[in-house]
């Protein structure tokens, strides 16, 4: 099951529960004192995704087929790409 949403560089994974929403980890990162697109902090595409109740990261096309494969609930109109909306 995915349980939250994640960002992350080469250097650090933000990762916190649902309802949770992508600008709150940005937000949490600024409250850290850093700057999310100089530390290039979930400024690819593939940097912003999802962790599932193993812990595990997947980006938002991974995250999408796994709610499909997995049976998750979510937007039966989601598109290629999973967003926190979808499930939450």
């Given at each position: 099951?995915i349980?939250?949403?994640a ?18 980890c ?6 850290l004192?850093l ?7 979930g400024?690819?595409?593939d940097?912003?995704g ?8 997947l980006?938002r096309?991974q ?7 997995v ?10 790409y999973?967003f926190?909306?979808?499930?939450w």
């Open positions: 099951m349980i939250g949403v960002i992350r560089s080469d250097k650090i994974t933000v990762k916190l529960p649902r309802p949770n929403r992508h600008h709150h940005l937000a949490y990162v600024k409250s004192g700057h999310a697109t100089k530390e290039g902090i400024v690819k595409a940097d912003q999802f962790y599932t109740h193993t812990g595990r990261y980006t096309e995250a999408y087929k796994y709610v499909k494969r049976n998750q609930k979510h937007d039966p109109e989601a598109r290629k999973l926190s909306e979808d499930v």
